[in-house]
């Protein structure tokens, strides 16, 4: 077994039964740590936050996997202590402590191999075999570069892991017809509480494959995806179109997401916006295609335009021998829609450029030291027969003047995710993802992090208030009521899941679900 140190090259290994090499006899706590290092003073700090920058929880240790059984015997250890707990960190891109484990060990993902392998599952169908570590980018790169294909659902940010994302569902504009990124994969490996690795998929050992799917890391550490590949479209028509009222913004997407696929756009997203010149994060600014398009006209706008606009963002996937045809089809497809005309933006980009997009705004936001302050991000999945009075009541009053970043809302149909999986969606068939994007300026403070802690809560209190059918989507609560009621009628199957392949609650303590200082068997059912 081979595991790396986050601040050293030494490497150790450790024998399969979990007695440890160099004299460690005991199987204390300490004993156990001892046995994963030769430094006792291995820097911990990297693993003690997140991007979220609002938890600071410092592991015993921080290692570095490079394969999967070194995975398992971590876990193995881990189990024959009183209270260690095992976490798996990717990108570190989690926004309230999900990937920590306080006095536990965390596992930094990315050094986690084989490298990717394209695999061909008979006919012409293919896959991409990628470690759990692996980032989306590097997948996309990889797979068009070698083989011209790519997977079908991706996220808006490709710097997250696969691991990461297949843990808690994987949304974007393709989700409405292709199904989030947990409903597009054939195979994982992975390693449970009980430190045993299991290859599955939806037709062996069906259950941990279905749990591990969006199921938060609690069922056991994905080290290894096997994605479905398609051809890769070279060319992306990109529009982005302005709503004046909600009521038209939300009409046209919904009919948008519920198009066949024959006559439906490639990708359907959208945000609201302040109608603001002022502001350069939620205002104006925000909707020209960035550094390809002209500004933004306000003398388009309708004199009785209200505080908040909308903009619905499309693409169309097209290969250049098609190019001569893009624009009568994007024409057509547009057509029917109520924006407001003369407020188009669209550009031509590659397919890989597109999907690349938001690094842009990573950029640009490093340049301005927002990347690395605190970042409150709160995203909701909310039915579409509420959708309407959250906009009257959030968008409209408590984000009258914005977020301080982008404010997603857009539409997608649970019959495109597996009731199997461990994901909590809505019961509406039609459902929105609203994501608040905050990014707090670094001269902000603390006082302008807290304020923006308690909008989320107030926003949270509000939806519950009014019976809303919504969930939190990345969730993280305190609390086993809180959890019993995300997770709804399917909590008892959630806990009957936990005691099969992580019984003594060793994985993924950040998420506050389940406790090793707690039995499983005190767990309620449902609520």
Not at 80 to 92: D, F, H, I, K, P
Not at 112 to 127: I, R
Request: aromatic share 10%; proline share 6%.
């Amino acid at each position: 077994m081979m595991i790396a140190y986050l601040d050293q090259q030494q490497r150790r290994r450790l024998v399969p039964d979990g007695d440890v090499e160099h004299g460690a006899s005991g199987n204390s706590d300490q004993d156990i740590l001892r046995a994963l290092d030769v430094d006792a003073a291995v820097d911990v700090a990297p693993a003690a936050g997140d991007f979220g920058g609002m938890a600071f929880v410092l592991p015993a240790r921080y290692l570095r996997p490079s394969t999967a059984e070194d995975i398992a015997r971590v876990v193995r250890l881990a189990a024959r202590s009183s209270c260690l707990t095992v976490a798996a960190r990717g990108n570190g891109h989690s926004v309230g402590g999900q990937a920590m484990a306080g006095g536990g060990i965390v596992l930094d993902m990315r050094c986690l191999g084989p490298p990717v392998k394209l695999v061909l599952c008979g006919g012409a169908a293919a896959a991409v075999d990628v470690p759990g570590g692996a980032l989306w980018a590097e997948v996309l790169n990889w797979s068009v570069r070698n083989h011209g294909m790519a997977p079908v659902s991706w996220t808006d940010y490709l710097g997250l892991t696969v691991g990461g994302t297949l843990s808690n569902g994987g949304i974007s504009g393709q989700a409405f017809r292709r199904g989030p990124q947990v409903a597009n994969v054939a195979e994982l490996e992975v390693v449970t509480g009980a430190g045993e690795r299991c290859v599955c998929s939806s037709s062996s050992s069906s259950d941990l494959f279905f749990a591990a799917l969006g199921g938060l890391g609690q069922f056991g550490v994905i080290t290894r995806a096997r994605i479905p590949l398609v051809p890769a479209p070279k060319m992306v028509r990109w529009i982005r179109v302005v709503y004046r009222t909600f009521e038209e913004y939300a009409g046209d997407a919904e009919w948008l997401v519920t198009r066949p696929d024959s006559a439906a756009f490639d990708y359907v997203e959208g945000f609201a916006f302040l109608n603001d010149a002022a502001d350069p994060v939620s205002g104006w600014s925000t909707v020209p295609i960035p550094a390809i398009t002209g500004g933004f006209d306000p003398d388009k706008i309708p004199a009785d335009s209200g505080p908040i606009l909308y903009c619905l963002e499309l693409a169309l996937h097209y290969d250049h021998r098609e190019a001569d045809q893009v624009d009568e089809r994007a024409e057509v497809m547009l057509q029917p829609l109520r924006y407001v005309r003369g407020l188009e933006f669209a550009a031509d980009v590659s397919y890989v450029e597109f999907l690349l997009r938001v690094g842009r705004v990573e950029e640009e936001a490093r340049e301005a030291g927002t990347w690395a302050t605190p970042h409150p991000w709160l995203n909701l999945l909310i039915s579409s027969s509420d959708i309407a009075d959250f906009d009257r009541a959030v968008f409209k009053r408590i984000l009258r003047r914005g977020v301080g970043g982008p404010m997603l809302v857009y539409p997608l149909r649970r019959s495109k995710w597996d009731t199997r999986m461990s994901v909590a969606v809505p019961e509406s068939e039609v459902f929105y993802l609203v994501a608040l994007l905050r990014f707090v300026p670094p001269c902000a403070g603390e006082a302008a992090v807290k304020e923006a802690v308690a909008q989320n809560r107030e926003i949270v209190r509000y939806c519950e208030s009014k019976g809303y059918d919504f969930k939190v989507y990345i969730p993280r609560y305190e609390s086993e009521g809180e959890w019993a009621w995300h997770f709804g009628r399917d909590w008892a199957l959630f806990v009957e899941r936990k005691r099969r392949y992580d019984p003594a609650a060793i994985l993924a303590p950040g998420q506050t679900i389940f406790s090793r200082a707690r039995p499983l068997a005190a767990a309620a059912a449902i609520p």
